[in-house]
């Protein structure tokens, strides 16, 4: 539920340099580059370029293009020096483009890919042409390939720029080079030619510019380099099952945009446009690589950026908005910003009035002409597509325009023409700049007021370990799932900002974070906000923040680590865009005194903004907030130092923000949230509203208005936080007792009466099911599930009814462009774990319906210390400057007359080592606040167990842990003479130093050690799982036929192998389910109107469902008439007995083989292992052979679909994406209908056990024969490796050309192999987790090494490989 609103709203502090009255723009913002700043011309001399990287780039190209002109240069005195005449080297690009954009809405140009196929309707331009003289003998079919044609028919791309700027009067053209990346240019495997075809694309440009310029030197044409978002994206996983998965990461993409840049500059081009952004994350990297050019250059290039919003949401296909799009990404400070493709120029236009409204440089629209119809086509003619674009012309919203898909040289003659008698957009005003972040939504946090009313922006603490114990137990179980329903929840609760911080010495944060970050961009209700990414180790936030479509924070930097690693640490940050968090640190420490706060922010304001260039606005500082009311006396005004701090900042900083870990605050008062609580509200208040302190990490959910505190308790915060009398820590103690008294009598049920408030999880079970499904919420989907599943009849009717009803309002809302893409699929995710929980009741009513029919149902003086009590060395390990719990401890102890030697904080280990001998201590104390400093524990006990010391060692700090102490410091360093112990806080201490130092040493370190020993076995068997039968056990368990009673099926017909070509399409028709098929295009009728064809009959989906359906069949009698599309198989058939162990299955080529004992091939099986509740047996597939003595047989097959890819290129080269995914679609099914067919005829014919068996093909879906046709990799045996001896056994590559990839996937695509089992007994099951000891026979029996065995079967173990 959404906080509620606040009653007042409190205005924010104002300091001079709020009041600046806005000023006029005349150019937009400018790089931070001295090429830009001074608009230093290019002179186009690329040969002159030399930087290691771009000189790496060209060398890798001499491969296929020898010494290309890279210079364009042109002579000064070529054309006049006034505007608007233009020559390269001589005038600066970016003053001519400012110029240009100023007096008139310029031109662009229209598509390139349907001029290319309005070419191919009146000349031959087929495969041959495509491909060329050099290309003649090219490895695959290249047609579609329209970037290859600016190689092989360059004169059909000089020819189309031409018409565009002679006919379309463009002032600018796009290069041919849309796809020209190795990322793209894998689908025609021409990866090594990306920089000659960028080169060769911008070059036809430039000749065909310059050649039309030399006719009118007053109107000068620009080449525009095109660099298109690549076919995939780093933002959307393409996995439903996991959300983490990517098919690419952000350096990859830089790495080929950087190549791809490099060949478009060396081409002539004049400018870079990053373009069809479907997700910002491909167009942030394609910005960075950019960056990268230009700082290895030196160059001032003009970068336009143009995004396309998918459908009438208003958002990217990876969810941004217009505007959090363009927050995202103005940090490169493109020249112009605008939308293109997808939608027509009327649909458009409420998305560019938005964008207008925002966006702080040029303006542009390239739309479609119009949407496509229903063969893929435009129908907007010239004159409506410019009567379209004349609303952007009126309103004043462009600079530039063009034309996308569908679009003509006439179409943009029209619209250059409607343009003419209207103003260009203007630059809007230059006011005071703004922090402006982004998620899917954008957030400007200067117009930010929380849920009480204060301007202040709320920074969730619930996913940061150390701030949540709920969160860091499911970061350490992996339990990513439910840490979104924390976020989530951050969310509704009042959290503009979520922190992320996976710091623990237990977990590999690199990993952590990555993972985190991945699924939460997934999570619309998540993502929507921005991202601060948190983490000691600033190579974990770097990694984080290369998953961020939108603009995060970074928390943090600081001075700690000197001026030149901070000033490297800032600039990468700024090159992602990204906003910091600065801590109050420097080379001597933390800043604790409001004058050592001031003079290190200030210090580090001077640096970032005048030597890193980094946008004062997008600094927030940390000036530490440092527990109060801790008893010693030094403690005492660290509130008032923080807020007077905070002001002194504000003033002398220019617009940065002021941010805090309020928890830290009233860290001595944990575990009573009331009273941490009221000192936060009344500490946050006047910070706020008298200071302007902007950010905070908060609980926002249990946050506080200084208005709701009770006269007694706002006193008491009042003279803790400002320190305003002796006793004021005394004061609070008394109120907390007060409140932990009222506490415990509300748990006893007295106190006030709490009024719950409404949820969904209130209502029945069909709405619960239904809201979770639209909202994506997994935490009670089995639950819910199992109540359904109660109050139905039958399993089935859950499925059919409450979350098919609850997933149709999902397609509903995503149709209607309410939902979009990554909701749709969270959506999915909990659909499929919902079902998941139905399978074992549904497989159950079937063993009660076998039953029923009668049959078997199991198918831690001052040189004179001799009076102490003991002597103790305190230090904070090196590169950790966190001092103030360890301090705590020092005066504990001191207290309690131990000598005790603080050392300081940053020690190194020899230091430590040195000053524990210098002053012959008792003791030594380890203190630590993050997480890297768990790393440097370790470190440390093993170098004083290596140099033979004899003092226990403590250990202690906010992330330190009894565990991580047990587990990765102690065996490094513990006897009994000198243990390693875990100190939970201050108050231990003592009792910890006086039981190592006293009498009771030996029982006090025995129990540590025994308690310590028992957390490491109970450690490491939590990576376990330790409900297993040993193999030995699950042997002796395994199912056992008595194959006299029930023989085996007889002899097949044909022994041997048989190679199957002679089935048509047309005959495995009838075997085809049609359900999946629905399913694959997310199409499902509402009961009764489940599954094909009662589909039809639905009063949602049915009327879509049959176009689907007959579009399907339109096409699959095409397939079937122009054999575009075959089959092809090899089935082998074997004589087989199980081996003597039980455990695989011996193939022989002949009878003779078998009594001879010439083993042909041995396939390997996998047993269950996982302890079962019932007395049903461990199975595996070698049960179902009969052993030696018994003539029993297998099958096996291997099935493909072939013709699929080369349709699937000609859609694509169509840009038809429709009847690509059909014709996918179809290619399963025929491979799936193929295999059924062909499983039939080895029943009945090729083997024929069954060869009097009349089921219909909705009996064979429904599998009512006997025996199973499992196949490798799946659930029976999911052993991949399988394949390959089912591929040597019947030479499924040579016969029938289905190859195996390297990682053993099935080529091509559709291709169904299995193993054929015809026993009566032989069912379908799951192997599931494995242990350690099959794997170790398994590997044996295979020849493996027992690493690689376990690579392959890395999924099923029940332990973690070495």
Not at 623 to 635: A, K
Request: proline letters at 5%; a negative charge; aromatic letters at 8%.
């Amino acid at each position: 539920m959404a906080p509620k609103e606040p009653k007042v709203i409190h205005e924010r502090l104002k300091f001079k340099y709020d009041d600046v009255e806005p000023k006029p723009a005349f150019e937009p913002p400018l790089p931070t580059s001295d090429a830009a700043q001074n608009h230093v011309p290019n002179p186009y001399l690329n040969s002159k370029l030399t930087h290691e990287k771009i000189q790496a780039i060209r060398n890798k190209a001499k491969a296929t293009i020898q010494d290309p002109n890279i210079d364009f240069s042109q002579p000064e005195d070529l054309y006049p020096q006034s505007f608007p005449h233009f020559v390269r080297g001589r005038d600066s690009l970016r003053e001519y483009i400012t110029s240009l954009f100023t007096s008139k809405i310029a031109i662009y140009d229209g598509a390139m890919g349907t001029m290319i196929q309005n070419y191919a309707k009146k000349n031959k331009l087929d495969e041959d042409e495509y491909r060329g003289d050099r290309f003649k003998n090219w490895s695959c079919n290249v047609k579609g390939n329209n970037d290859m044609l600016s190689i092989t028919q360059p004169h059909i791309i000089s020819g189309i720029y031409k018409q565009y700027l002679e006919e379309g009067g463009s002032n600018l053209i796009g290069t041919n080079t849309f796809s020209s990346t190795t990322i793209a240019m894998a689908d025609y495997e021409m990866e090594e030619y990306a920089y000659e075809l960028n080169y060769e694309g911008a070059r036809l440009a430039r000749e065909a510019c310059d050649e039309v310029t030399a006719k009118d030197p007053t109107n000068p044409r620009f080449v525009v380099g095109a660099i298109g978002p690549t076919n995939r994206t780093a933002s959307i996983s393409p996995s439903v099952e996991d959300p983490s998965a990517r098919n690419v990461d952000f350096d990859e993409l830089v790495e080929t945009y950087f190549e791809q840049i490099v060949g478009l500059m060396d081409g002539g081009a004049d400018i870079l446009m990053v373009e069809t952004i479907f997700d910002t994350l491909n167009a942030k990297a394609a910005l960075y690589a950019v960056g990268e050019y230009l700082e290895c250059s030196g160059l001032d290039v003009p970068v336009f950026v143009s995004g396309t919003l998918v459908d009438q949401s208003g958002r990217t296909l990876s969810g941004q908005t217009g505007e959090a799009f363009y927050a995202s990404i103005r940090h490169a400070k493109p020249m112009c910003v605008g939308l293109n493709c997808a939608l027509g120029a009327q649909h458009m236009t409420p998305f560019v009035e938005r964008l207008s409204k925002v966006v702080e440089c040029f303006m542009h629209v390239y739309s479609n002409a119009g949407l496509p119809n229903a063969m893929g086509g435009y129908d907007e003619t010239p004159d409506d597509m410019a009567r379209n674009n004349k609303v952007f012309f009126e309103n004043g919203w462009l600079n530039m325009v063009g034309g996308c898909c569908g679009s003509t040289p006439p179409h943009i003659k029209a619209i250059r023409e409607m343009s003419e008698s209207f103003k260009p957009r203007k630059l809007p005003d230059v006011g005071r700049p703004k922090m402006w972040l982004s998620g899917l939504e954008d957030l400007v946090v200067e117009d930010v007021h929380n849920h009480l009313g204060l301007p202040f922006l709320n920074v969730g603490e619930r996913c940061n370990i150390s701030g949540s114990l709920r969160f860091k137990r499911l970061m350490m179980n992996g339990d990513y799932g439910t840490a979104m329903d924390i976020a989530k929840k951050q969310v509704e609760d009042g959290a503009h900002v979520i922190d992320i911080n996976v710091d623990d010495g237990l977990l590999d944060g690199l990993a952590a974070m990555q993972k985190f970050v991945k699924i939460a961009v997934t999570e619309p209700e998540v993502s929507k906000v921005p991202f601060m990414l948190d983490a000691s180790k600033f190579d974990i936030v770097v990694a984080g923040m290369k998953w961020c479509q939108g603009k995060s924070i970074i928390n943090s930097i600081s001075l700690k680590v000197g001026e030149e690693l901070f000033k490297e640490q800032a600039t990468l940050i700024k090159k992602h865009g990204a906003a910091v968090v600065v801590m109050a640190f420097d080379e001597e420490g933390q800043a604790a005194t409001e004058e050592e706060k001031v003079r290190i922010c200030k210090r580090s304001y001077d640096i970032l903004v005048n030597e890193v260039k980094f946008p004062p606005e997008d600094i927030i500082f940390d000036p530490n907030v440092l527990t109060i009311g801790t008893g010693m006396e030094e403690h005492n005004n660290y509130g008032v130092d923080f807020i007077n701090a905070t002001k002194r900042i504000k003033e002398e900083c220019p617009y940065v923000k002021i941010s805090g870990g309020i928890s830290n605050l009233s860290f001595g008062f944990r575990g009573v949230t009331k009273i941490r609580e009221s000192i936060h509200s009344v500490f946050l208040h006047h910070a706020i509203l008298d200071a302007g302190m902007d950010v905070g990490i908060v609980n926002a959910k249990e946050m506080m208005h200084i208005s709701e505190l009770e006269p007694e308790l706002l006193k008491g915060c009042d003279d803790l936080v400002f320190n305003k009398c002796d006793n004021a820590t005394e004061i609070m103690l008394d109120l907390t007792q007060k409140e932990k008294k009222a506490i415990e009598l509300r748990k006893k049920g007295g106190g006030a009466t709490i009024v719950k408030e409404k949820s969904w999880r209130d209502e029945n079970c069909t709405k619960r099911l239904e809201h979770a499904l639209i909202n994506g919420i997994s935490e009670h989907v089995d639950k819910d599930v199992e109540e359904a599943r109660k109050q139905a009849s039958r399993p089935l009717e859950v499925i059919e009814g409450p979350l098919m009803d609850g997933m149709n309002v999902v397609g509903d809302l995503f149709g209607a462009g309410k939902m979009f893409l990554p909701q749709v699929i969270k959506s999915a995710r909990v659909m499929k774990k919902a079902v998941a929980y139905l399978l074992p009741f549904m497989e159950e009513e079937k063993k009660q319906n076998l039953i029923a029919q009668g049959k078997d149902p199991n198918d831690f003086d001052e040189n004179d210390d001799s009076n102490y009590a003991g002597k103790v060395l305190m230090a904070t390990v090196k590169g950790d400057v966190h001092d103030i719990g360890k301090n705590i401890v020092s005066v504990v102890l001191g207290c309690n007359n131990y000598k005790v030697y603080d050392i300081g904080v940053m020690q190194p280990c020899e230091t430590i080592l040195e000053k524990a001998k210098e002053y012959d201590v008792d003791v030594i104390g380890l203190s630590g606040l993050i997480t890297p400093s768990l790393d440097e524990m370790v470190v440390v006990a093993k170098e004083m167990s290596k140099a033979g010391f004899k003092q226990p060692l403590l250990i202690g700090g906010a992330t330190t842990s009894k565990m991580h102490t047990a587990v990765k410091i102690s065996p490094n360093y513990f006897t009994m003479e000198h243990p390693s112990i875990h100190v939970l806080d201050a108050s231990r201490s003592v009792t910890v130093v006086s039981s190592l130092l006293g009498d009771s040493k030996e029982d006090f370190v025995a129990d540590i050690m025994e308690e310590y020993e028992e957390m490491r076995e109970d450690y490491y068997a939590g990576l376990e799982d330790r409900y297993f039968l040993t193999f030995k056990q699950a042997k002796e368990q395994k199912l056992t036929i008595d194959f006299d009673a029930v023989p085996p099926a007889p002899a097949p017909k044909k022994i041997g192998i048989t190679v199957i070509d002679s089935v048509k399409i047309a005959d495995v028709v009838p075997y085809i389910d049609w359900n999946p098929f629905f399913q694959t295009w997310e199409l499902r009728g509402r009961y009764p109107n489940r599954g094909y064809p009662k589909i039809f009959k639905d009063e949602t989906v049915g009327e879509e469902a049959k176009k689907l359906f007959d579009d399907a069949e339109t096409m699959m009698h095409k397939i079937i008439a122009d054999g575009s599309m075959i089959l092809k198989g090899v089935v082998g058939l074997f004589p087989a007995n199980r081996s003597a162990d039980g455990e695989d299955v011996h193939i022989y080529e002949s009878e003779d083989d078998r009594e001879s004992g010439k083993v042909l091939s041995t396939f390997c099986m996998l047993r269950q292992q996982a302890e079962k509740e019932s007395d049903d047996p461990y199975l595996s597939q070698a049960d179902f052979i009969a052993p030696a003595g018994y003539k029993d047989n297998l099958g096996m097959f291997a099935v493909s679909c072939f013709g699929c890819e080369e349709l699937v290129k000609k859609y694509e080269s169509e840009n038809d994406d429709y009847s690509k995914i059909m014709a996918q679609a179809l290619a399963d099914r025929f491979v799936e209908a193929f295999a059924e067919y062909l499983h039939r005829e080895i029943r009945t014919d090729l083997w024929g056990y069954a060869a009097n068996e009349d089921l219909n093909e909705a009996d064979l879906l429904k599998i009512k024969y006997n025996g199973i046709r499992p196949a490798p990799g799946y659930p029976s045996q999911p052993d991949h490796t399988e394949k390959t001896t089912m591929w040597q056994t019947i030479k499924a590559t040579e016969l029938a050309g289905i190859g195996l990839s390297e990682s053993l996937s099935m080529m091509p695509a559709s291709s169904v192999s299995a193993l054929v089992f015809a026993h009566p007994e032989s069912q379908y099951f799951a192997v599931g987790q494995i242990g350690k000891d099959q794997v170790e026979s398994y590997a044996e029996r295979k020849n493996f090494e027992l690493s690689k065995m376990e690579r392959w079967l890395s999924p099923i173990l029940n332990y973690e490989r070495d």
